[in-house]
């Protein structure tokens, strides 16, 4: 049977009769073809990607696996559809925290068209995307078992500053995601840091980027998972994934300086706060709990 993910923080969702994405509990996750030739364009990276014998294991564990394509019945009720078959990358996680971040200083490709190119900078400038090349798309962290997660609602997160940012990136990592207290980072060591933790990892990702130039990913956006039960029994099941391959497009020789770019501004931001983690307070940034929503576990609303 399937049904929508508990643990999807941002895209297009299969709630209220809308096309998104389901799961069938035993670790695939289906995401419909989206509309225009972004379906098409995503499958035909996928099984680029996956018939390409020089992309090394130590790279490939980035992408969700992919198992082709199947119709299935899809969520808004339109009947059967093809969907896009995928590794599902939350599965059999409790209490996920994690984190959708869209790289790049600019969402739209060269070959997009005059509508497609306005719509992108628009949110580009309205948001961080510009700034810092890359913006939040959707968050969430847990807490406790009597506050559940900490998940501001979309359009905040939209409307984020850098310092939000800052913040943001902060919480994440905190015991007190949810309190108008500083954030604690008492996480940070273990997500963030070591030798098997995000920032690790996202330099691993780095590296690969400083070399690769048969991709260009525009709108491609990186998961940062962990579970915070694993944290407190001292052990680090971070995770840093690569989601959204509508727009890849071929590199022709060149680095993809637009995502490197990005990623190099976000592997800065967590450096700082593994090396000062009392730094950069943000008094003020993501404190108003009008756009805030701090849900029982088991009731995740936006
Ligand atoms: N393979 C996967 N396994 C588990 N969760 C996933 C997977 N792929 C995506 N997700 C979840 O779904 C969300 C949206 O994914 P994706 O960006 O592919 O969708 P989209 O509708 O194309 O998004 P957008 O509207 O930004 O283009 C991600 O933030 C993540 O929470
Ligand atoms: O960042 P948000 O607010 O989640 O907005 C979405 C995001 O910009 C996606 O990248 C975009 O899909 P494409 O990149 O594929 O255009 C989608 O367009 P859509 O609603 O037209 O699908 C937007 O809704």
Not at 21 to 45: N, T
Not at 143 to 161: A, C, Q, Y
């Amino acid at each position: 049977m399937l049904k929508a993910p508990d643990y999807q923080v941002a895209g297009h969702k299969a709630l209220d009769g809308q096309l998104g994405p389901l799961v069938d509990g035993s670790g695939r996750f289906y995401k419909p073809f989206q509309k225009d030739e972004r379906g098409v364009q995503e499958v035909a990276f996928y099984t680029t990607f996956s018939s390409n014998t020089k992309i090394l294991d130590h790279i490939r564990r980035f992408f969700p696996i992919f198992y082709g394509t199947q119709l299935v019945e899809a969520s808004d009720g339109s009947g059967l559809c093809p969907h896009i078959v995928l590794q599902d990358l939350i599965s059999n996680r409790i209490h996920l925290s994690i984190m959708d971040i869209k790289i790049g200083s600019r969402t739209w490709y060269p070959q997009a068209s005059e509508d497609y190119f306005q719509k992108c900078i628009k949110k580009d400038r309205e948001t961080t995307t510009v700034p810092l090349g890359f913006r939040i798309s959707g968050l969430q962290a847990y807490e406790s078992e009597e506050s559940g997660f900490w998940k501001p609602n979309r359009k905040h997160v939209l409307d984020f500053t850098m310092n939000d940012v800052r913040s943001a990136l902060r919480k994440f990592v905190s015991s007190n995601p949810s309190s108008d207290a500083e954030p604690d980072c008492s996480y940070a060591s273990i997500v963030y840091g070591g030798s098997t933790g995000i920032l690790a990892q996202l330099l691993e990702l780095k590296a690969w980027f400083e070399d690769q130039t048969v991709f260009h990913f525009y709108s491609c956006s990186v998961l940062m998972l962990y579970e915070k039960q694993a944290v407190l029994e001292g052990r680090s099941d971070a995770e840093v994934k690569l989601v959204d391959f509508a727009h890849v497009f071929d590199g022709e020789g060149v680095i993809d300086h637009n995502f490197l770019g990005g990623l190099c501004s976000l592997i800065k931001f967590i450096s700082e706060i593994l090396t000062s983690p009392d730094q950069f307070s943000v008094k003020g940034g993501l404190q108003d709990s009008e756009n805030n929503c701090f849900c029982s576990e088991n009731s995740i609303k936006e």
